[in-house]
């Protein structure tokens, strides 16, 4: 089993600071998604990334995933109160059209 | 266009009852997903249907729990009987191709049990 392991668990900042998640394993990937989960509703999908060592930015958020297709980040920069949510990394390989979920950065920005 | 659709969106069942959870997925996907999130154990993948074939049912914690695909449109999910550590959110999540291609995976807004 691919395990995932994101940490922080838990963020509170206030309106206009910056935050890194991250999203850890120790197999090999050969893609790697993120997902924001908002209270009463199911993941919706940021980003994709498949290359080993790739940046891809949606307006104030920029995704990396790792040279060895182990890890990734998520960089929030100014962050804002309407990106509180549930953030979640999900990884697929290449024996199936399964995706396995980390457990999730629980992220609260206070106005 | 109308996105994955779950049913029912909240349910409260004693323990031993039979629970049916359906899900409509986004016509033309060919892949359907079951998964469960709970605070404990996140996101789990149930079992995942591709052609309304079950392709890898792993994940599907007890013969308690069944799922089927009789066609493209229509997925079930059922526990029978149901136990209190089955409350959980169950989603619905269907996609076109494959996840390791990187295709998106569209989630149902999930369907809230409760065995008390």
């Known amino acids: 089993t691919q395990l995932l392991e994101q940490s922080p668990q838990f963020l509170s900042i206030q309106e206009g600071e910056n935050l890194t998640v991250y999203c850890n394993s120790s197999s090999v990937f050969s893609s790697l998604q993120w997902y924001r989960q908002e209270p009463g509703e199911g993941p919706v999908l940021l980003v994709t990334v498949v290359t080993g060592g790739e940046v891809k930015k949606l307006k104030r958020l920029t995704f990396q995933f790792g040279d060895a297709r182990k890890d990734s980040s998520l960089h929030i920069t100014a962050a804002q109160p309407g990106d509180t949510g549930l953030y979640l990394c999900a990884g697929s390989n290449n024996a199936g059209n399964m995706l396995t979920f980390g457990g999730g950065t629980r992220l609260m920005v206070k106005p | 266009d109308a996105g994955v659709i779950q049913s029912p969106r909240h349910e409260v069942t004693e323990m031993g009852q039979e629970v049916t959870l359906r899900c409509k997925p986004i016509?033309?996907?060919?892949?359907l997903f079951w998964y469960r999130q709970t605070m404990m154990r996140g996101l789990e993948l149930l079992i995942y249907f591709n052609n309304n074939v079950p392709i890898d049912d792993s994940g599907m914690p007890e013969d308690r729990f069944s799922a089927k695909m009789p066609n493209a449109s229509f997925s079930t999910l059922k526990i029978q009987p149901s136990e209190p550590r089955d409350s959980a959110v169950y989603f619905c999540?269907?996609?076109?191709?494959?996840?390791?291609?990187?295709?998106?995976?569209?989630f149902g807004e999930g369907s809230w049990l409760t065995v008390v």
């Open positions: 999540a269907s996609s076109f191709g494959s996840a390791n291609s990187g295709n998106t995976i569209y």
């Open positions: 016509s033309g996907h060919n892949s």
